[in-house]
């Protein structure tokens, strides 16, 4: 594949913060990639650079693009770390990186007269749905998310219609009990309640169970760990083994299958104790593991996870993601494409979520967050034609 030309331009993200997108233009058409960015942004995480110097470094290794043929994403993902040379893309950013991977992706897609989930699977298939519903932050509930997510699915459409019903019946609830909620949301479009933890964990339970879905929880507990406790918005000073316990015990008292990041990015330890313990359940790594090949490995020796995130933006190159899935299916480990608080109009997390046979993808229910839905939707439609 010639590339004839590439550009890149300042966008906005879903959070009003500048972003990028990378137009790529091959002689059978023009593709466009945009990245998006976390709100709570792991350590292990690949360097995001702020967006002047992304720009500046595209011109600097723009020749390099266009010097050459490439016939495969691996040729492109291999330069793309050749010209950076450091472990996280800390020289060129993580989000040039990314941008332009992914550009090329869709520009292989667009030069095979392929969708993309066509190009990377002969057999793709579609995921679950995990959606965030509630959200917590600094000031509301400590649990960052409160997830919903079908048991069984007949389909990807007939998945987000339970839950959506379930939102807005949440909603209905929430302002019923909060007398400080009007239907606000958070920057996911989830909402938002100054409800503790167990009363939305009460109202979600009873919703959940007649429409026949189950509960997950994103803690985030990186964002609660001051260095040695789980600090909590009541004065609760949590250390590991407490944290422990407080998780299991909302396992136990409520029908939640899915637990993601229940304590801090390097506690490996915590994590496979607690997977041990909920042997039946999800224990999902995002900031312990980050899109990470080799702490993925660590984690699987460990045995401290049985299911990852998956945030492209996390690590930087398509190359990198579908090693990492790999590996992960290799394990038998679930695998769970997810989005970023921070999106833009790009779909490509839906078409990565299919094309690799991942068995979710991770998404806001409403809002913007419907972009990704509808492009499900059409995707579902196209595979059952």
């Known amino acids: 594949m010639k590339v004839k030309n590439l550009r890149i331009r300042q966008i906005f993200s879903t959070t009003s913060q500048k972003t990028i997108e990378v137009e790529l233009e091959i002689v059978k058409g023009i593709v466009k990639s945009s990245v998006p960015m976390g709100t709570s942004v792991g350590k292990h995480e690949a360097c995001c650079l702020p967006v002047e110097k992304a720009i500046k470094n595209l011109h600097l290794i723009k020749r390099e693009f266009l010097a050459k043929e490439f016939s495969t994403q691996e040729e492109v993902d291999s330069l793309l770390h050749g010209l950076d040379g450091t472990r996280n893309f800390s020289k060129l950013g993580g989000n040039l990186a990314l941008a332009l991977s992914s550009a090329f992706l869709k520009g292989f897609a667009l030069d095979s007269d392929k969708e993309v989930f066509e190009f990377l699977s002969k057999k793709p298939s579609i995921p679950k749905p995990i959606c965030n519903v509630v959200g917590g932050w600094k000031g509301q509930s400590d649990i960052q998310e409160y997830l919903l997510l079908p048991t069984v699915q007949k389909s990807f ?36 309640t100054t409800l503790n933890h167990e009363r939305i964990l009460e109202i979600i339970t009873q919703i959940a169970t007649q429409k026949f879905l189950r509960l997950g929880l994103d803690l985030a507990a990186s964002q609660l760990f001051d260095g040695k406790n789980y600090v909590y918005a009541d004065g609760r000073k949590l250390p590991s083994l407490e944290q422990l316990n407080f998780v299991s015990g909302l396992v136990e008292k409520y029908p939640i299958d899915y637990i993601e990041d229940p304590f801090e990015e390097d506690d490996f330890i915590s994590f496979s104790k ?52 790999r590996e992960a299916k290799r394990n038998n480990i679930t695998t769970i494409v997810s989005h970023r608080s921070g999106e833009t109009e790009d779909t490509l997390i839906c078409h990565l979520a ?31 034609s």
């Open 157 to 192: 459409f007939e998945s987000v219609e339970r839950i959506s019903s379930a939102y807005h019946e949440i909603g209905k609830y929430l302002r019923e009990f909060d007398k400080n909620f009007n239907f606000g949301k958070n920057i996911e479009s989830a909402w938002v």
């Open 274 to 325: 607690l997977r041990a313990r909920l042997e039946e359940k999800l224990v999902a790594a995002d900031d312990l593991v980050a899109t990470n090949l080799n702490r993925l490995k660590i984690g699987i020796v460990q045995k401290a996870i049985n299911a990852i995130i998956i945030k492209p933006n996390q690590v930087g190159t398509i190359s990198d993601v579908i090693e990492f899935v």
């Open 354 to 384: 299919t094309g690799l046979g991942c068995d979710f993808i991770k998404l806001g229910i409403s809002g913007e967050r419907t972009t990704k839905i509808n492009e499900m939707i059409r995707i579902e439609e196209k595979l059952a």
